[in-house]
């Protein structure tokens, strides 16, 4: 069966299993007839002339492309569709890791029960026998993208931990959330190593020439204590997973409606620690120094947020979970860096990652905690 679903602007999508409709499931699929009946059906009166589309993003697990419209109506100018990835390792991760499903699934049945920004979306198609997938939604210009490479500001690190309080407020501790399966990591089996320990030979041996002794022994360090890393007991609600500057658009001064932040990519969402996108986040998105600066304020700020649903979490307990998941942008360099396809920019994105994110593991004395 294919899920579609499809709401107009800026209304959360609500699912609609339709099962002859083939999945536009690449930017060449999408006509002017298939735009047309897309936005008419979501109560956009109007006819698409014509499209011309151009790859935006660097995104390794999935293809985004804008779509420029030729239409008369009150039908936008430009849309942005999602799909899957072009590289064959890149796709067959995306499809074994159920990455596609999993963004459609979140934007079908949880992104209308917490207050995040996230894209309006148009359509949402979802093949679960072939994973063909398409997402159609708003085009989030002249908003902008800070490279992942680079950092953001402290206040840009305060709007984004705003955010994420709005993701993981509204179903902190929701029981519910463990009925879907989606959702849910299977526990480690004890016959296995996790993936972080299959993945980090590879690692090492890939960059070996760009980390300093100290780091590649901040790497092995990691993969002894596993063990406590994966299976810590926490208060768990929605985790986004891979919380980072390139999954988030900063609004302009003076955009008309306002929008600050839209957070996007939701196709690693799961049911976790709520310290683990807050950790990698700031792990991730600031330069060491900086990072060493404002995290204490800035997660103050963050905890003040949570608050404001009615989560009972002390400093402390934060702070100690915020110590622990230090490692989780590591975690995220080492196994994705090894499980999608190579590239250059690839290649420095896990590396500026990587090292921010041992130099925040030192600073917090985060394997010291892990291993005791």
Same mark, same amino acid.
């Given at each position: ?22 999945? @536009? ?30 790859? /935006? ?11 420029? !419209? ?25 499809? @074994? ?23 309006? /979306? ?23 993208? /800070? ?16 955010? !994420? ?16 399966? +989606? ?32 780091? +590649? ?57 709520? !310290? ?15 990072? *060493?600066? *404002? ?10 947020? +949570? ?56 600073? @917090?004395?985060?394997?010291? +905690?892990?291993?005791?």
């Amino acid at each position: 069966m294919i899920v579609s679903t499809a709401s107009a602007i800026p209304q959360a999508a609500e699912a609609m299993p339709s099962s002859k409709a083939p999945v @536009l499931s690449s930017p060449d699929q999408v006509t002017p007839a298939e735009l047309t009946a897309i936005l008419n059906q979501v109560g956009l009166a109007g006819t698409v002339e014509s499209v011309r589309w151009q790859r /935006i993003g660097a995104g390794q697990v999935g293809q985004n492309a804008r779509f420029t !419209l030729s239409a008369d109506g009150a039908l936008p100018q430009t849309l942005v569709g999602k799909f899957p990835a072009t590289d064959p390792i890149s796709r067959q991760t995306g499809v @074994l890791l159920r990455n596609y499903e999993r963004e459609a699934f979140f934007y079908s049945a949880l992104a209308a029960t917490v207050d995040i920004r996230t894209p309006a /979306i148009l359509a949402v198609q979802f093949d679960p026998d072939t994973h063909e997938f398409m997402l159609l939604m708003e085009d989030l210009a002249p908003g902008f993208q /800070i490279d992942q490479r680079s950092e953001c500001s402290t206040d840009q690190a305060a709007l984004a931990l705003e955010e !994420l309080a709005k993701l993981q407020g509204p179903r902190w501790g929701d029981a519910a959330l463990a009925q879907h399966e +989606l959702l849910l990591r299977p526990p480690p089996d004890p016959g296995e190593a996790p993936i972080y320990n299959t993945t980090q030979q590879g690692f090492t041996e890939r960059y070996a020439d760009r980390l300093s002794d100290a780091e +590649l022994n901040a790497v092995l360090r990691f993969g002894e204590v596993q063990a406590a890393y994966l299976n810590h007991e926490v208060p768990r609600t929605l985790i986004h997973i891979d919380y980072r500057l390139d999954n988030m658009i900063f609004g302009e001064a003076g955009e008309s409606p306002p929008r600050p932040l839209t957070v996007f990519d939701w196709q690693s969402i799961g049911l976790g620690c709520a !310290l683990n996108d807050a950790s990698y986040f700031l792990g991730t998105s600031l330069a060491p120094e900086h990072r *060493a600066k *404002a995290e204490r304020g800035l997660l103050k700020h963050y905890l003040e947020v +949570l608050r404001s649903y009615g989560i009972d979490l002390g400093w402390d307990a934060c702070w100690k979970l915020y110590r622990q998941h230090a490692p989780a942008g590591l975690h995220m360099a080492v196994v994705a860096s090894m499980i999608v396809g190579e590239t250059e920019r690839g290649n420095d994105m896990f590396m500026t990652m990587a090292k921010r994110s041992i130099a925040m593991c030192e600073d @917090l004395e985060s394997l010291d +905690l892990l291993s005791g």
